[in-house]
């Protein structure tokens, strides 16, 4: 069964025009992040939620933002999506910050 | 902040043979220490993890080892299989006030040929 699962698995947007990635998790884990990853670098993490505390890396762009509505489901927002943000997006969970993060399958994002 | 070094960023062995993965790591705080394997296209997922009370830990094939008076952890692998071709991926966590993260390594692209 899936535990951690994003939508869409692929998604293609024009330069400058906001899309929405969502995850959603069956674990009921109290922490969500979000990775952006760029091809076999090391996944960058952008923000994550410790229940509904947020947490923004410091060198996240202010082009992503964020949405935790309940424990399940997280959203990614990108207001205006350039070039250089056209990468794999990551969606983990976990139930605490030492213990295994969960990673969803990804959304692959092109920018055109 | 804590900063995670990986070597090598590349490694080609022989099946059958070992691979080590080396880390070191900068914050003397942090104390928990996964191994994440990426296979092409897919996820990364946890393959093994330990914990600052812990030197050494073991999963069949797979180990483990903790140093933090050097502050350095590594992977190992025995007999390897070419199914064990992946990029291999280190993180430690600073778990301090309002740090709930794992930083990553660069990663480390294991090739086993036949």
């Known amino acids: 069964d899936a535990m951690v699962i994003q939508n869409p698995r692929y998604q293609v947007t024009q330069f400058g025009k906001p899309v929405t990635l969502s995850c959603s998790q069956t674990l009921n884990h109290n922490v969500m992040y979000w990775y952006q990853q760029k091809s076999s670098q090391a996944p960058k993490l952008l923000f994550h939620y410790y229940d509904k505390d947020f947490n923004n890396e410091a060198d996240t762009p202010d082009n992503f933002q964020s949405r935790r509505p309940n424990t399940s489901f997280c959203f990614l927002d990108i207001r205006s999506p350039g070039l250089g943000d056209a990468a794999m997006y990551l969606c983990a969970t976990s139930r605490d910050v030492t213990y295994e993060q969960f990673f969803g399958p990804g959304t692959r994002l092109t920018v055109l | 902040g804590e900063n995670v070094e990986q070597h090598p960023s590349t490694l080609s062995v022989q099946e059958g043979d070992s691979a080590v993965i080396k880390c070191t790591y900068s914050d003397s705080a942090s104390n928990y220490f996964p191994w994440y394997k990426q296979e092409l296209g897919k996820r990364p997922q946890l393959i093994i993890d330990?914990?600052?009370?812990?030197g050494e830990k073991k999963d069949q094939r797979i180990a483990v080892t903790l140093n933090k008076t050097a502050k350095h952890f590594s992977l190992h692998i025995t007999e390897t299989q070419p199914e064990d071709s992946a990029v291999y991926f280190c993180a430690a966590s600073p778990r301090s006030y309002n740090t709930d993260k794992l930083i990553f390594g660069t990663g480390t692209r294991l090739q086993v040929f036949p």
């Open positions: 330990i914990r600052s009370n812990v």
